[in-house]
């Protein structure tokens, strides 16, 4: 083990020359770069014009140097760096400024080699800003960029070369924008490795942290760690490392352990489809895994090795650096935690929740924080990560989430916000939406009054509006993939003079192999259909649907075709995920396998006996939903009797009340018939059109 500062000499400096403001001691480092790149100032009087000079001090310097243009130059820069005029209102004297006020005046060569010495993410970008899945991507996250800071006004309609001169210049003038930049490129299937390689050329000039390097063999492990830290931590960040390293090393003995992390991550986050096709090993894969863990959350490696059921040495391994985490969090203070790095902080504010809490920092231990974080996420608290702790009035803390979660986490925490309350947060935010603050309820008004402005705000609104685009923009290019591939194939059929079959559905990438699935004698569940079993499908636990004999036709496998080439292309948290399906024989589709049944916001509370399923389990679903519509908010996540009775309280229209509490009621028997809830809907709203036979 050995701790090695990464070789970063010149950053400091680096940044320094993007971030101050430029004095006068600064004139003769311009000069000679404005020299360097060609410049001869022939136009300095237009040039001064777009640094803030105005014209009588240019006529004055014109005048008093007549026929000399170095020294006009040379003038004008002294006046700009001394802020003469109005050159503070412009920007002020930086490179940033400079290198504007040249393009401006159409010195773009000049511009562009002062940009790359000076502003090397400027250069990074412009290496990528002609892709071509960048740039159909541009025009189409216009708002996301815009509510992430990136680009300074929404550009509706935009171009994708006004946006992306608009991402170069918030580049320019704050370096680490690039970050920001790469990271939603992350976000996208078509432009998720562009965004990867930005995201790493940055690091490999930028990143000034200290690395711990844990080597063993031809095994290495990098962890980052802050500048300043104490005698706690670092051995906490020692015993991380270790693990992970453990963890490799048990790996490696595994032969099938490459391709069986690659089937189980990759449904796992959107950016790790693109970034798995770059790892060949077992050591790369990892990294990914380590990125989206953190030193007092190690959960996904946990559930990983968990579902890798040949990987009993790497859960011990992990059950022991757990154990330190449980001491560590009640023995830590939470002064001593104030502003360390527990995960990489986050670039995106659509990723970044705050929870405000009005405790004094003494009071406390991380157990606390724990306790807030895992109240204000609930079940989803494996998909988040403690990034840090800051002290301000009270403190606040900052985890981070992926943004396909954003719906779920806003039910969570608005679930959870009386015990939220009772420990002491005054503000919660989730992405760009506030959703809960005491000043809000200072008036005594009732907590659901509140809570169902939430989802009117704008803040909320344009979070969910971001999250829904991204995946609703990666189904797109994953069809459109698909239909380029069918037509290609078709092509190429037609050109051989082939027979064409199913040329509706010609990707038939989720055909999987009868032999690679075994089946178990633990059965979930029966239809008219198929039955579901548990499974095992290259060394993971799954869901299996064998589908019966009889129900095997011509007409049935063209409808099972077209059913499986709908399900491959879908990927929704709310969604069971669909791995697979065999073509040979009696099909068999196979799918993650769930521990939670159904949607805890719409099922009965005897959804989680087999044996007391029935058509009233529907009435309910459906009387939830009614109630949802209702009152413009989501429904309670729980099974919760009292949670129920809360919601539909706040219903304000008495006779879809009267429905609505007749529809949950609790036990089965006593809910009406689905015809008889139609009737009555029909006679409140009357735009029902019902048949007799119903």
């Not at 039910?411 to 916000?417: D, P, Q, V």
């Amino acid at each position: 083990m050995r701790d090695r500062p990464r070789d970063k000499a010149d950053m400091s400096t680096l940044e320094k020359s993007e971030e101050r403001s430029l004095g006068i001691g600064d004139l003769a480092e311009i000069l000679d770069l404005l020299k360097k790149y060609g410049y001869s100032g022939i136009d300095f009087y237009n040039f001064g014009l777009r640094l803030g000079l105005l014209p009588r001090t240019l006529d004055v310097i014109a005048k008093n140097n007549s026929g000399d243009l170095s020294s006009c130059l040379r003038e004008s820069l002294k006046a700009w760096l001394e802020q003469a005029d109005n050159v503070a209102s412009n920007g002020g004297p930086t490179y940033f400024t400079l290198i504007r006020g040249l393009k401006k005046t159409e010195q773009n060569a000049v511009a562009d080699g002062i940009d790359r010495e000076k502003h090397p993410s400027c250069d990074i970008l412009a290496r990528y800003k002609s892709d071509q899945s960048v740039q159909e991507l541009l025009p189409k996250i216009a708002l996301f960029l815009h509510k992430e800071g990136i680009i300074k006004e929404m550009m509706l309609p935009a171009t994708a070369q006004a946006l992306m001169n608009a991402v170069r210049e918030s580049v320019c003038a704050d370096h680490s924008n690039i970050l920001k930049f790469a990271a939603i490129l992350q976000k996208f299937v078509s432009t998720v490795s562009v965004g990867y390689t930005i995201d790493n050329e940055y690091k490999n000039i930028y990143e000034g942290d200290n690395m711990l390097v844990l080597t063993e063999g031809d095994s290495e492990l990098a962890i980052y760690m802050p500048q300043s830290f104490n005698a706690e931590f670092i051995d906490m960040r020692i015993k991380f490392g270790q693990t992970f390293r453990k963890v490799l090393k048990i790996l490696k003995t595994c032969p099938s352990a490459v391709e069986d992390l690659r089937e189980l991550l990759i449904f796992l986050y959107s950016d790790f489809k693109a970034r798995l096709t770059q790892c060949h090993n077992v050591s790369c894969i990892l990294e990914l895994i380590h990125e989206k863990c953190s030193l007092i959350n190690v959960s996904l490696l946990e559930s990983i090795m968990n579902e890798l059921e040949v990987m009993e040495e790497a859960v011990t391994v992990i059950s022991e650096y757990k154990a330190s985490i449980e001491t560590f969090l009640q023995s830590v203070s939470l002064r001593l935690s104030l502003n360390e790095k527990f995960s990489s902080l986050p670039s995106l504010r659509c990723e970044t929740a705050t929870i405000y809490v009005g405790r004094n920092v003494d009071d406390c231990t991380l157990n606390d924080i724990m306790e807030l974080v895992s109240l204000a996420a609930d079940r989803l608290s494996k998909r988040v990560t403690l990034v840090v702790v800051r002290e301000g009035n009270s403190f606040t803390i900052t985890f981070s989430f992926p943004a396909f979660l954003s719906e779920s986490l806003i039910a969570t925490a608005l679930n959870n916000i009386d015990s939220l309350i009772e420990r002491g947060v005054k503000r919660l935010t989730i992405g760009y939406g506030v959703v809960y603050e005491a000043a809000n309820d200072s008036d005594g008004s009732s907590l659901e009054k509140y809570i169902s402005s939430v989802y009117s705000n704008d803040g909320t609104l344009q979070q969910l509006l971001v999250s829904q685009n991204i995946l609703l923009l990666n189904s797109q290019e994953e069809l459109t993939r698909i239909q380029k591939k069918g037509i290609q194939e078709k092509q190429v059929s037609e050109s051989e003079g082939g027979i064409i079959q199913a040329q509706a559905f010609p990707d038939e990438q989720w055909v999987i192999d009868k032999d690679e699935v075994t089946l178990t004698k633990k059965e979930l569940g029966r239809g008219s259909f198929s039955v579901v079993t548990v499974g095992i499908f290259r060394g993971l636990r799954v869901a299996v649907k064998s589908l019966y004999d009889d129900v095997i036709s011509d007409k049935n496998i063209v409808l099972f075709t077209r059913e499986m080439s709908i399900a491959s292309r879908i990927r929704h948290p709310n969604l069971v995920q669909f791995i697979g399906a065999t073509k040979v024989g009696s099909p068999l589709i196979v799918t993650e396998l769930m521990s939670t049944v159904g949607n805890a916001a719409y099922a009965s509370p005897e959804a989680r006996d087999p044996d007391q399923q029935s058509p009233a389990m529907d009435v309910y679903s459906y009387s939830v939903l009614l109630l949802e519509m209702t009152i413009a908010r989501l429904p309670a996540t729980t099974l919760s009797e009292r949670d129920r009775q809360v919601q539909t309280a706040s219903t304000a229209w008495p006779a879809m009340k009267s429905i609505i509490e007749d529809g949950i009621a609790v036990d089965p028997r006593a809910r009406p018939a689905i015809s008889i809830i139609m009737n009555k809907l029909k006679n409140i709203c009357g735009i029902f059109k019902i048949p007799d036979d119903y």
